[in-house]
Nanobody
């Protein structure tokens, strides 16, 4: 059974940082194009970051709203990818989802809540 499990969400003050993790089981994350999405209350799901499996040329893309503040990385030994979020703003609040796009199928994590509030 394939699973993607996110962790690392929580409550943080504006200007703070969080690092989200997405760990795969039953599948090699290194074989997929990985994406981070978020969904704020009452809004559509938004693509935050996307990067491919090529570690030498991941061709990472970010939403304009997070450029310069968010970064992605992967640790193939841990079968995990990460979303480092810095200088967080209240508008970054939402449920963050890990999404893996593989040759045969797509898989989603269950989501982790990020709340940015003072």
């Amino acid at each position: 059974q394939v699973q993607l499990v996110e962790s690392g969400g929580g409550l943080v003050q504006p200007g703070g940082s969080l690092r989200l993790s997405c760990t795969g089981s039953g599948i090699m994350i290194s074989n997929g194009e990985m994406r981070w999405w978020r969904q704020a209350p009452g809004k559509q799901r938004e693509l935050v970051a996307a990067f491919n499996a090529d570690e030498d040329d991941p061709d990472t893309k970010f939403a304009d709203s997070v450029k310069g503040r968010f970064a992605v990385s992967r640790d193939n030994a841990k079968n995990s990818v990460y979303l480092q979020m810095n200088n967080l703003k209240p508008e970054d609040t939402g449920v963050y989802y890990c999404h893996g796009h593989f040759i045969l199928s797509d898989y989603w994590g269950q989501g982790t809540q990020v709340t940015v509030s003072s």
